[in-house]
Structures are given as C-alpha cells and as structure tokens.
C-alpha cells in the first residue's frame, strides 16, 4: 500500500491541492497527517477528498471543534485521533506517528516500530535508525524552508520517498525573514534551525 505522509500544513490550501492531485495520480490509499492545519477549513479539504485520511493534532491547529465537526460529518474522509501522537497498523506494518520530532528518536530506537513519523520542525528527514525507517516529510506550507514536499511511505518494501511539489507558494518573503532574524530573541521560536 502506498500512503503518503503529510505535515506543517499551516493553511496552505494552493499547496495542500497541488499535494492531493500529485497523490491521486500516484495512486495513494491512505494518508496520515501529523498536524498543523491552523485553519478548519484544511480540515474540510482533508475530510471531503476521496482519500482516506488519518491525523494527530500538531501544535498549530487552529478550531479544533470545527476540524472535528468535518471529521464527523456524513461521507468524511477525515478521521482525527486525541492525541499528537498514535500507533498504527498498516498492511501488518507497526508505525508510530507524532507531531513532535522529539518523540520520533527513542521510538524508533525502540525497536519496536516499522516505521517512525513525525513533523513540526518543517524539515525533511529520512534515516535508518536501527531498523526502523524514520521520516519528517517536511512542510506543505513551503513556509519556512521555501520547499513544498510529504512522503509517500511503502508498506511493502517499508521505505519511504520524499515528493517536491512543484507549482507550489510559499509565505516566506525575503521581507518577513529580515523581521524574524532581527527580532529572533524576542520571538523565541523554538526551532530556529528551521529558519537557516
């Protein structure tokens, strides 16, 4: 099975669409979410396209009532765990999901995952640790890094492929990244590599 991972989506609707026209012509089954909608309308995209989606909470993720108001409405797609983390089983594949990359390490040196995913420092990852797959697929926003990309996770070979989307937007300006370095003490932002 092919699932594509989703992250740091951030209100991204240009990004978000370009992303699930590029999984329906790749065939993708399943899509797991690890978090950051900021806007319940990304919620209604998700819980309204033909492929079904599976999302933890990031820290970023605006109404929470109104995403679980589109989780729930009749013919959704969009299914939305407590928690910002969860264990799944995919085609007999053990996978751990997390918002937050420091949760991915110790569980994929756990041992006891196929497959470890996580997001919410906006950068793309993919390594072995041990024998277990780890991956960040990066933003959807392409507000940070300026790069629009998600995995697509294969359950069969348990390997994963990072997917640039092309045609994509992104918020970052060279106006707004002048403002963030000059007022980077004050803003505090707790991943400032994501920033370099």
Same mark, same amino acid.
């Given at each position: 099975?092919?699932?594509?991972?989703?992250?740091?989506?951030?209100?991204?609707?240009? &990004? !978000?669409?370009? $992303? #699930?026209?590029?999984?329906?012509?790749?065939? *993708? /089954?399943?899509? =797991?979410?690890?978090?950051?909608?900021?806007?319940?309308?990304?919620?209604?995209?998700?819980?309204?396209?033909?492929?079904?989606?599976?999302?933890?909470?990031?820290?970023?993720?605006?109404?929470?009532?109104?995403?679980?108001?589109?989780?729930?409405?009749?013919?959704? &797609? !969009?299914?939305? $765990? #407590?928690?910002?983390?969860?264990?799944?089983? *995919? /085609?007999?594949? =053990?996978?751990?999901?997390?918002?937050?990359?420091?949760?991915?390490?110790?569980?994929?040196?756990?041992?006891?995952?196929?497959?470890?995913?996580?997001?919410?420092?906006?950068?793309?990852?993919?390594?072995?640790?041990?024998?277990?797959?780890?991956?960040?697929?990066?933003? !959807?926003?392409?507000?940070?890094?300026?790069?629009?990309?998600?995995?697509?996770?294969?359950?069969?070979?348990?390997?994963?492929?990072?997917?640039?989307?092309?045609?994509?937007?992104?918020?970052?300006?060279?106006?707004?990244?002048?403002?963030?370095?000059?007022?980077?003490?004050?803003?505090?932002?707790?991943?400032?590599?994501?920033?370099?």
């Amino acid at each position: 099975m092919l699932v594509a991972v989703i992250s740091d989506i951030h209100e991204n609707f240009h &990004n !978000l669409i370009l $992303s #699930l026209e590029d999984m329906n012509a790749k065939g *993708i /089954e399943k899509i =797991l979410c690890l978090g950051d909608l900021m806007n319940a309308g990304i919620a209604k995209i998700l819980a309204a396209q033909e492929i079904p989606t599976y999302m933890i909470w990031g820290n970023n993720d605006g109404e929470k009532v109104d995403i679980m108001r589109a989780s729930y409405r009749e013919d959704s &797609n !969009l299914e939305v $765990s #407590l928690n910002t983390y969860d264990f799944l089983e *995919i /085609e007999d594949r =053990l996978i751990f999901i997390s918002h937050y990359n420091d949760l991915a390490a110790p569980m994929a040196q756990s041992g006891l995952y196929d497959a470890v995913f996580y997001g919410h420092n906006h950068l793309q990852k993919k390594e072995t640790v041990n024998d277990t797959l780890m991956v960040n697929p990066g933003e !959807l926003c392409a507000q940070k890094t300026g790069v629009c990309t998600y995995a697509v996770y294969n359950t069969e070979t348990n390997d994963a492929e990072i997917i640039t989307i092309e045609n994509s937007i992104s918020l970052k300006s060279d106006y707004v990244k002048a403002y963030l370095d000059k007022h980077e003490d004050k803003l505090q932002f707790r991943s400032k590599e994501s920033f370099q």
